[in-house]
């Protein structure tokens, strides 16, 4: 796979990609809309400004900068601008993550128009990394200095392979985890506390036993989706996935936990106990409400989700960990393009927006889940219980599967490559073929991709 060499051939393919199938990119209304729930439960109570910027500039300063979706970063810069009053802020919210992308794709080509600030989604930023030049590198600006704050595999999204450049500085993230209905684990005769269901499947050999006993007993699937179901085992490689850091090549097919992801999944179809709905489908959120299928696998945001679109389903619901580790699905940095004419200033401000006493309190407001690991002790975030969960301390679970996370590296053809595989599985499951010749033909479809770009 050769390197883009310039940014129109780097960012062009942003232009192509109407859909993120692993990254949290291809679900921009819907993980939205579960972040804003995954927090409506509690109150805001801003912390004052500890961290930042400790000279204020001389000259008035006016930094814009461009938001995704439902966060709280209006609000935060207000209260930024009250302590610094020569700074202001503007702030362009967008709620569609591939229109936000693209407007900053074709103002980067242009050298005109880009913002201050850029909230980037982790679905585009392998994209964006290869054009470094038209960002500041934060490490230039004192990131290293805050590095230590953050989960690695988080900071490590953002980093060049030898981390010498550093696009942005860590958000939000989505860990994920198994939301499992704690009334069909009973009714299969399954412990129904998480401690008790989640080592009934710490393995993904006895997760498998667990969901065929399941179906037998109760008749009803276990797994809702093939798409998560593949997911959770997928993210669990151990450096890359579909493609090399080292040089970009395709090795999805020697890649033994693609396989194994795949393998499961197919697993899970032929025994019946993965269903055939689609994910984001009316019938899957139904599914949610009306018992179709005893767990979720999914990000830290899908709290939300679940949430609304199963309200009749309260107090069933509690969260476990996945077996052998944990992957992540979303999440977002803060991004300085290079055309800004206040890096500085702007450094100041994103450093102070991300740090301790604003993460936990964008999670209050807006249930963004922190990557600061120090918050996940800290009683203000441990302490956070869900009614809908049954009363869980659901945040403890979040943070469990947030140290679970290994860094990952997906490519700038990750998303196109995992829907090769996703449509091989589709065909197994509704057409009945042939699992062997749908993965040659996923792997045959990756490689074409890869010697066209």
Excluded at 184 to 194: V, Y
Excluded at 407 to 425: M, S
Aim: net charge negative.
């Amino acid at each position: 796979m050769k390197k883009a060499k310039n940014l129109a051939l780097t960012l062009a393919s942003i232009m192509l990609v109407g859909s993120l199938a692993a990254c949290g990119g291809n679900n921009n209304a819907e993980n939205n809309t579960a972040k804003n729930n995954a927090g409506n439960n509690v109150k805001s109570t801003n912390a004052p400004a500890t961290e930042g910027d400790k000279t204020e500039p001389a000259e008035k300063v006016e930094l814009s900068f461009w938001t995704l979706g439902s966060v709280n970063y209006e609000e935060l810069a207000k209260e930024y601008t009250k302590e610094h009053p020569n700074v202001t802020i503007k702030i362009q919210n967008t709620g569609d993550q591939t229109a936000h992308h693209n407007n900053l794709t074709t103002a980067l080509s242009a050298n005109s128009g880009a913002p201050d600030i850029f909230q980037l989604e982790i679905g585009f930023m392998e994209r964006f990394l290869g054009a470094q030049d038209k960002f500041y590198n934060l490490n230039d600006l004192g990131a290293k200095d805050i590095q230590a704050n953050y989960l690695d595999w988080k900071w490590k999204q953002a980093s060049s392979v030898d981390g010498s450049f550093q696009l942005g500085l860590p958000t939000d993230i989505g860990p994920t985890v198994v939301y499992y209905r704690t009334d069909l684990a009973e009714a299969a005769g399954l412990p129904s506390d998480p401690e008790g269901f989640g080592a009934a499947i710490d393995s993904w050999d006895k997760l498998a036993t667990v969901a065929k006993t399941f179906k037998d007993k109760t008749g009803k699937y276990f797994s809702d989706l093939t798409d998560l179901t593949y997911n959770a085992l997928r993210d669990q490689s151990p450096d890359e996935i579909y493609f090399s850091k080292a040089d970009g090549k395709f090795i999805g097919d020697t890649n033994p936990q693609v396989k194994k992801a795949y393998d499961f999944t197919v697993k899970g179809i032929q025994e019946g106990w993965v269903s055939n709905m689609l994910l984001w489908s009316p019938e899957w959120g139904q599914g949610m409400t009306d018992g179709s299928f005893a767990v979720v696998m999914g990000p830290a945001w899908m709290a939300g989700y679940i949430k609304t679109n199963a309200p009749d389903s309260a107090g069933k619901w509690k969260i476990a960990q996945l077996p052998e580790g944990a992957g992540n699905w979303g999440g977002s940095f803060i991004t300085l393009p290079k055309e800004g004419k206040h890096p500085k200033e702007a450094y100041d401000f994103i450093q102070w927006l991300v740090n301790k006493d604003n993460q936990l309190e964008s999670f209050k407001a807006k249930g963004l889940m922190p990557s600061i690991p120090a918050l996940y002790e800290d009683p203000a975030f441990v302490d956070f219980k869900d009614d809908f969960f049954g009363g869980q301390q659901i945040a403890v679970e979040f943070g469990k599967a947030a140290n679970r996370v290994k860094p990952v590296y997906y490519g700038p053809l990750h998303d196109q490559t995992d829907t090769f595989f996703k449509n091989a599985l589709k065909n197994v499951i509704e057409k009945k073929a042939d699992p062997a010749k749908e993965w040659d033909e996923a792997v045959k479809q990756a490689k074409t991709l890869e010697e066209r770009s």
